[in-house]
């Protein structure tokens, strides 16, 4: 991390920018924080405690708020810290008060009134890299803690946050960028001049940097499903109790349960977390062939999600034969469990040999509960094992940087040895790409991109 005290803030930051840190709502505490030049100035304005704010650095004290016409708002918390030891790099106070929504506008206002201005999405984070306090992959990073839908997303964003990809990248930098000098003090060199252990070094430098972004972007596929949790389909024919699945798994009264075939028209979803997992179950419409051109969607719909989920459960009635619908064709083959439903009515089902190759085969009933531990270990097991979900990049600008950058190494790889002036123009540009990734040279817009998918207070 650069030092954030070398560094001239840029951006607003001549602004206090404010903003509730808290989603809306009501909850147990609301965060309310400001930065910025006058946060301190402003913010002891507003709360009142047995210390001046300012004279305690980093403490949190306890007192009241008031608003600008000095009427009490509420009783809570407040910290400051002194820029640049602070998140953004500017000074920042922060105020803990009850989790009213009321609280938390009339805290905003009395901000407002005495100077501050409102934050938009990401700005403390926009803050903190404008300020060196995080290079822009560290930013991203936080954003991805915040979304992370699975321990290995969240494990792997924390260490993202703290620097751990961006060590990665400055040292492929270096590593390209020792190559560089090295073919760029070779041009002025007849061939014959040049040291052929050197090229040989310059080569193998190439060829260790490239596995290293294989092996970073080779990440990017297992992290698809951050923040949404890993998608587990319940699908099968109509009326086999996939909606009863959803509802016992999930134990809420999610879908609808009719013994009416062709209930469930349309997908629902339920999350649980699972073993620190966060799984998405989703509930879909029963594959069948119908006349019915909404259900007839549904069934569209099924086959298209079997194809993107980490998971397919395909169940069937195990109270009846074995269906054999040609609906059934693409979730079967795509399905990792077979469940086995209703086996308080008698289990007659038989799984036919073809069919079950290589897939695990579940007995439950959803509506009595029996066997649904074993389904929860069988739909766990077979998701994902952390080894293919390799720690790396989480986004499609790391991985096209990435991809760009191999695409320049691979190509100065190539001309290397015949034409040394185009291997250099190649190794400048997977420089740039490098220097893109940690936001040494971004475009505005692309910054504003970044900062805009954050929530606001972040
Ligand atoms: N005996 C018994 N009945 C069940 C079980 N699970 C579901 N049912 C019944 O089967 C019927 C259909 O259940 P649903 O959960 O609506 O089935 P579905 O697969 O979602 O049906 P569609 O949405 O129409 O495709 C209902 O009458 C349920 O009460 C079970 O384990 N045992
Ligand atoms: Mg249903």
Request: overall charge negative; charged content about 25%.
């Amino acid at each position: 991390m650069s030092s954030p005290a070398t560094q001239t803030p840029a951006g607003n930051a001549t602004t206090t920018i404010v903003a509730a840190a808290t989603p809306r709502g009501h909850g147990g505490i609301a965060i309310v924080r400001l930065s910025g030049p006058r946060a301190l100035t402003i913010a002891e304005r507003i709360f009142h405690g047995s210390q001046r704010l300012g004279d305690s650095p980093r403490l949190v004290q306890y007192g009241h708020f008031l608003d600008a016409n000095q009427g009490r708002i509420d009783t809570g918390l407040a910290w400051y810290m002194q820029g640049p030891r602070s998140y953004t790099g500017e000074d920042t106070v922060e105020f803990s008060s009850h989790g009213s929504e009321l609280v938390v506008e009339l805290l905003l206002d009395a901000a407002l009134a005495h100077g501050a201005t409102t934050a938009q999405p990401g700005e403390f984070t926009q803050r903190a890299f404008l300020n060196g306090r995080l290079d822009l992959l560290q930013a991203e990073a936080v954003l991805d803690v915040i979304q992370a839908g699975t321990r290995q997303d969240l494990s792997n964003a924390l260490g993202a946050t703290s620097g751990r990809l961006s060590q990665q990248i400055t040292h492929l930098r270096e590593m390209v960028l020792a190559a560089t000098v090295q073919v760029e003090a070779d041009i002025d060199f007849a061939d014959e001049d040049i040291d052929p252990a050197s090229r040989q070094h310059v080569s193998s430098q190439l060829t260790s940097a490239m596995e290293l972004l294989e092996n970073l972007r080779q990440g990017y596929d297992g992290a698809r499903e951050r923040g949404s949790g890993w998608m587990v389909l319940l699908t099968g024919p109509a009326n086999v109790g996939k909606s009863t699945l959803l509802n016992a798994l999930a134990h809420e009264e999610r879908a609808i349960v009719s013994a009416t075939p062709g209930t469930t028209r349309d997908w629902i979803d339920a999350r649980v977390i699972w073993g620190g997992e966060l799984l998405r179950l989703v509930d879909s419409a029963g594959l069948r062939v119908s006349a019915d051109e909404v259900e007839e969607e549904g069934v569209r719909r099924t086959q298209a999600l079997a194809k993107e989920a980490s998971v397919v459960a395909f169940v069937v009635d195990g109270s009846q034969g074995w269906p054999c619908e040609d609906a059934n064709r693409t979730a079967l083959g795509l399905a990792q469990i077979l469940v086995l439903n209703k086996c308080d009515l008698g289990v007659v089902a038989k799984v036919p040999e073809e069919v079950q190759e290589g897939k695990v085969v579940v007995e439950i009933s959803a509506r009595t509960g029996e066997g649904l531990e074993r389904l929860q270990e069988a739909l766990m097991s077979a998701l994902p094992r952390s080894q293919d979900r390799r720690q790396g990049i989480f986004r499609k600008r790391h991985d096209e940087l990435l991809s760009g950058c191999e695409a320049s190494l691979g190509r100065a790889l190539h001309v290397l040895a015949r034409e040394p002036e185009k291997a250099a123009a190649d190794l400048q540009e997977s420089l740039r790409q490098l220097a893109s990734l940690l936001g040494e040279e971004v475009e505005d817009m692309v910054l504003d991109r970044i900062f805009q998918e954050f929530c606001i207070g972040k």
